[in-house]
């Protein structure tokens, strides 16, 4: 029997500790999944410090996913009206080295772009870095966190200096206020969920739990407060507190003078938002804004934690620095319990922020736009002065754009699975057909991505290939390689290695090992604020996760680190800035013609777009089908029955799904899920009606809001990819996938 072996759960930013079981044990039968592989099992892992042995139901399951399903070799059509022929991967490396050869020579690395993900491991990252911004010249490396962290990145460097969640979890349990304000931990980071209920239960007076949502959550059921506001008011709100804790004198004037600066204009700009103005833009009471002001001026600790209800907005980086602001007034900043805390969503996509991960980024919280930092990263790349670009590269909606365009020849996507998970699915699909050669490494084979490429790549992944990854808190986790990679995928970072020396910089991209891949990027973010080059492979597995910044020399401790507690940001003048914007509410508002407002998010069980999540069959039976959740005031108001069929209709499309009557939602909002794309039986393309309108400094698009008006419909309409026979014919050839 193998022994155990421990890791860092792969599916959300919590970054619990897992321990895995191999599949014989002794004495009892060969564990195996529904397709009767062999099947490693896991629960949590009792040593690891951000989740002491905690785990909810996806990490709990992992081991049922990995190995059905899978592409086991790449796969190469020069049409997508071709079916798809297996070739080598010699062959995929020499189509690719080839393309990528005449992009430069005839459009230049413009046209070259490539979209990733938050899921890869920080070698995966950072190789991609190299291989984009470095040899190839081309900055448009962008990730799926521009759909989900960008807004927390923008906003920690405007008001902080840098990027970088200043909190650790263990101030969950010295907080005396958490502020919970568009996230529904609950069900999306549910170990820290449980870990803030145990206090509750324990000690119920010291504790307040503010809630604001405009949905009644299972995190909302919790809380002391719930502020159900209307959707995309949160910076009303939020310059409501502020003005309110302003003249209740509630404010810490010393922390203010010491440490901040721009504060009399955020005092002028709060000033309108009085009481009465916010509670109506808001949809709540004037006592109920007033109590929620009154706790953050008297209480010891304010944590607040925030997630995709504020970043994903045209405005998320003025609500983030919104949010920065009144732990800014009130000095509720670098110590115990106190702290704005941005939940990552995915596993590593703060590991992607550290390595360099979006088009505007180099690794060590460097950034593109800085001569001095493409400097030092040419100087460490071994690359000459000037490869790297001046400009940052394309974000991931103007990545769409450029192929819009026909400006893009090569679209590389990597880990994610945009044909589910993007904004303006039908505009997506369009410019798909405009790029000529579209590549997408995945590890499973029927995705919906995988329908729209022309190269398909079979990635090896978590528990296939050794890699670190970073949690929320700032934690990294060394994850083992402890299974065989399927078929013959191979890992991310091997991938762009190879590539990298086939074209021609063989010395920049010789790696043995993910190890000596690390040891590289860890020696880059030396002196950086998330530096990291005390740590390596060998230090993480032997002494267990280290939480940054862990500087060369460095002891290994299971202490929690906070940043920011001598109160000396990362701006160049030291002190944290005051931000001073009015608020401009949605995008799309409701209007005549679209009255309600549609809301896009997650459930418990499902992870994202289902890849791996609808191979567990107690997950698919929690959430046998997408669910439209509408008010009863609304039910009435257009006709709607319970379980009955919805069509939904925005500016963009219709699609129909099941109906769930109930008061969790305000009326006025309608709720769907994320997760059912077009190969899902019970398919319900949600982002096919969200629009695509981003914040201007984020870039990060509004996928929580759009307008939308429900009618009764009469049967199901099924998305045109689901019964197409080309692609039915299509699926024949992929390894069998269970459904
Ligand atoms: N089970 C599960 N867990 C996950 C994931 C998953 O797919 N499944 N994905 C992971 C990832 S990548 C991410 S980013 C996180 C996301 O984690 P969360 O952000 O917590 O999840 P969401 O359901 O997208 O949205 C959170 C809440 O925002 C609310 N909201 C909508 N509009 C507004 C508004 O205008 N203001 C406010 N204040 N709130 C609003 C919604 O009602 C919803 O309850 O989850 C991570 N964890
Ligand atoms: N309307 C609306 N839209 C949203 C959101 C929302 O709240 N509302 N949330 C947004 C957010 S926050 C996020 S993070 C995105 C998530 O959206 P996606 O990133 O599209 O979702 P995933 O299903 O996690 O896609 C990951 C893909 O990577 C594959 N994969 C897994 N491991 C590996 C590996 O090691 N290597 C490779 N190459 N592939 C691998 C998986 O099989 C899967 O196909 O969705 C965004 N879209
Ligand atoms: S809370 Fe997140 S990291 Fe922890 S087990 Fe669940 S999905 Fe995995
Ligand atoms: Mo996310």
Redesign the pocket.
């Known amino acids: 029997m193998a022994d155990s072996v421990t890791s860092q759960c792969?599916y959300c930013g919590v970054g619990c500790g897992l321990e895995l079981l191999p599949p014989a044990q002794p004495g009892r039968p060969v564990r195996r999944d529904g397709e009767g592989h062999p099947m490693w099992s896991a629960r949590g892992d009792r040593a690891h410090p951000s989740s002491q042995g905690q785990v909810c139901i996806k990490g709990a399951t992992v081991g049922e996913t990995l190995a059905g399903g899978r592409l086991s070799q790449p796969l190469y059509r020069s049409s997508m009206e071709d079916p798809f022929e297996p070739i080598t991967w010699d062959n995929a490396f020499d189509l690719l080295a080839g393309r990528i050869r005449s992009t430069l020579a005839s459009k230049g690395p413009g046209a070259i772009a490539m979209y990733g993900?938050?899921?890869?491991?920080t070698e995966?990252y950072y190789l991609a870095q190299k291989l984009f911004k470095g040899a190839i010249g081309s900055n448009n490396f962008d990730a799926?966190?521009r759909?989900?962290?960008s807004s927390a990145v923008a906003g920690y460097t405007r008001s902080l200096g840098s990027d970088g969640p200043p909190c650790c979890y263990e101030d969950l349990d010295h907080c005396s206020v958490a502020f919970l304000i568009g996230t529904n931990t609950a069900e999306c980071h549910p170990v820290l969920f449980q870990r803030l209920l145990k206090r509750k239960k324990k000690d119920p007076k010291g504790l307040t739990i503010v809630v604001v949502d405009p949905r009644a959550t299972e995190t909302a059921k919790i809380a002391d407060h719930h502020l159900a506001i209307a959707p995309g008011t949160d910076l009303m709100l939020l310059h409501g507190l502020a003005r309110l804790i302003l003249k209740d004198a509630g404010f810490n004037a010393d922390f203010i003078d010491e440490a901040t600066e721009g504060f009399a204009a955020f005092s002028q700009a709060v000033e309108s938002w009085t009481p009465r103005r916010v509670a109506e833009a808001c949809g709540i009471t004037e006592k109920q804004l007033r109590a929620v002001a009154r706790l953050w001026c008297r209480k010891p600790a304010v944590l607040s934690l925030w997630s995709?209800g504020v970043?994903?907005r045209r405005e998320g980086t003025a609500v983030v620095g919104g949010l920065i602001n009144l732990h800014l007034l009130t000095g509720q900043i670098g110590h115990a319990g106190a702290g704005p805390f941005s939940l990552t969503?995915?596993p590593n996509?703060m590991g992607g922020r550290e390595a360099g991960g979006l088009a505007h980024l180099l690794p060590g919280y460097r950034l593109v736009g800085n001569a001095d930092h493409r400097a030092e990263v040419e100087r460490a790349w071994g690359f000459q002065l000037g490869s790297i670009a001046a400009q940052p590269g394309l974000a991931a909606g103007e990545q769409v754009e450029a192929m819009e365009r026909g400006e893009l020849d090569l679209w590389w996507v990597?880990?994610?699975?945009?044909l589910?998970?993007?904004?303006e699915l039908d505009r997506l699909k369009a410019a798909l057909r405009n790029c000529p050669l579209v590549v997408v490494?995945?590890?499973?084979a029927d995705?919906e991505?995988s329908h729209y490429a022309h190269l398909l790549?079979p990635?090896?992944?978590?528990s296939e290939?050794a890699g670190a990854m970073t949690n929320s808190e700032r934690r990294i986790t060394y994850c083992p390689a402890f299974r065989q990679p399927h078929g013959e995928s191979r890992?991310?970072w091997q991938v762009f290695a190879e590539l990298g020396r086939r074209l021609g910089f063989e010395q920049q991209f010789s790696y043995d090992s993910a190890a000596e891949v690390y040891a590289e990027f860890a020696a880059l973010s030396a002196g950086r604020l998330c530096d990291v080059s005390g740590l390596s492979h060998e230090l993480l597995s032997e002494h267990g996760p280290q939480q940054w910044p862990f500087p060369s020399g460095s002891e290994p401790t299971t202490e929690s680190k906070r940043l920011y507690s001598d109160h000396r940001f990362a701006t160049p003048s030291r002190r944290a800035r005051f931000m001073a914007e009015q608020p401009l509410g949605l995008a799309e508002p409701p209007c005549e013609a679209y009255p309600l407002v549609l809301t896009?998010?997650?459930y418990l069980g499902h992870?994202?777009?289902?890849?791996?999540t609808a191979k567990v069959e107690r997950i698919q039976s929690m959430h046998a089908e997408p669910r439209l959740e509408v008010h009863p005031d609304d039910a009435k108001r257009f006709s709607l029955e319970a379980d009955g069929i919805a069509a939904i209709t925005s500016r963009r499309g219709t699609l129909t799904a099941r109906i769930t009557i109930t008061d969790r939602i305000r009326s006025g909002s309608v709720f769907l899920p994320?997760h059912w794309g077009f190969t899902q039986e019970h398919a319900c393309e949600?982002?096919a009606l969200?629009h695509g309108e981003a914040c201007p400094i984020s870039k990060q698009p509004e996928?929580?809001a759009t307008a939308v008006v429900v009618a009764p419909a009469v049967s199901v309409i099924r998305p045109q990819e689901q019964t197409s026979h080309r692609l039915q014919a299509l699926r024949r050839l992929f390894s069998p996938a269970p459904r």
């Open positions: 792969p993900s938050g899921q890869f491991h995966d799926n966190s759909l989900c962290m995709m970043n994903q969503g995915q996509a990597a880990a994610t699975n945009p589910v998970s993007m904004p490494s995945d590890a499973y995705t991505t790549l990635a090896a992944q978590w290939k890992a991310d896009v998010g997650r992870w994202h777009t289902m890849t791996r994320m949600a982002n969200m996928l929580k």
